[in-house]
């Protein structure tokens, strides 16, 4: 593997006021393009949006420069994939027809270098987590999609909108017990065999190891901004810091 391997998640556009959104979008878009000609695939961990709901005709105003900077690396001939995260609710084929963007809606299991890499926004696999698992199959379900299809966009959107802020509080306010349960849930997947456990979702920053792997969780865009890095069989997280 000659190029790195590159690593986002919980970017949460749309979260906060206009002119703070506009600012994040630089900064990523401004990411984007500083590793166009240094990266082979890149990965984004769920929650690219605080919300995306993407009707079969339409799709939310906003965000513009990212779906293109996003475009510009496909057309490089960069591999893009989208892990589906929480507050990506519906996803039809915009993404992967318009952008070049390989839409996940589960996890994703890969061998780079030799290594066993385990990808996953979080959501769902958090053994206590009854309650939002059952919430996940609804609002996942198929013919459930279909019938929100059929409000208006400005409604459903609005409606996603304050979904996605509910759900984001529950995570939050979640209490999961004393130990990290993500890194409890990781812990398995280590234990199965795989060298790397890459997650999202909590928003809690984080590189540890247990016995021959490692566990990440790649933090949020919110607050410190930063990405994940393989390369030379070697993962890092670095802060981005955008001055533009």
């Given amino acids: 593997m000659?190029?790195?391997?590159?690593?986002?998640?919980?970017?949460?556009?749309?979260?906060?006021?206009?002119?703070k959104e506009q600012l994040k979008e630089k900064s990523l878009v401004a990411f984007l393009r500083s590793i166009a000609d240094d990266v082979s695939t890149l990965y984004i961990?769920?929650?690219?949006?605080?919300?995306?709901?993407?009707?079969?005709?339409?799709?939310?105003?906003?965000?513009?420069?990212?779906?293109?900077?996003?475009?510009?690396?496909a057309d490089k001939g960069v591999e893009i994939h989208y892990i589906i995260g929480n507050h990506d609710f519906m996803h039809r084929d915009f993404f992967e027809k318009h952008v070049g963007v390989h839409l996940?809606?589960?996890?994703?299991?890969?061998?780079?270098?030799?290594?066993?890499?385990?990808?996953?926004?979080?959501?769902?696999?958090?053994?206590?987590?009854?309650?939002?698992?059952?919430?996940?199959?609804?609002?996942?379900?198929?013919?459930?999609q279909w019938l929100y299809s059929f409000i208006h966009p400005d409604l459903g959107i609005a409606v996603a909108s304050h979904s996605?802020?509910?759900s984001r509080e529950y995570t939050a306010k979640k209490d999961y017990g004393e130990q990290d349960s993500m890194f409890i849930a990781a812990r398995a997947y280590i234990e199965k065999g795989f060298d790397y456990v890459i997650f999202g979702h909590s928003h809690v920053r984080m590189l540890k190891t247990y016995k021959q792997g490692t566990y990440i969780n790649l933090g949020t865009w919110l607050q410190n901004p930063c990405y994940g890095i393989y390369k030379d069989k070697v993962f890092k997280i670095i802060n981005w810091n955008y001055n533009g």
């Fill in 104 to 144: 996940c809606h589960d996890t994703i299991t890969v061998e780079l270098d030799g290594k066993k890499f385990f990808i996953a926004h979080g959501d769902g696999l958090v053994a206590n987590d009854i309650g939002y698992k059952i919430l996940k199959k609804v609002l996942r379900n198929h013919f459930t």
């Fill in 2 to 19: 000659n190029k790195p391997v590159y690593f986002i998640s919980d970017i949460h556009l749309g979260l906060e006021s206009f002119e």
């Fill in 45 to 73: 961990v769920g929650d690219l949006f605080d919300y995306w709901f993407e009707y079969k005709r339409v799709y939310q105003k906003g965000f513009f420069r990212t779906l293109n900077a996003l475009a510009e690396l």
């Fill in 164 to 166: 996605s802020k509910t």
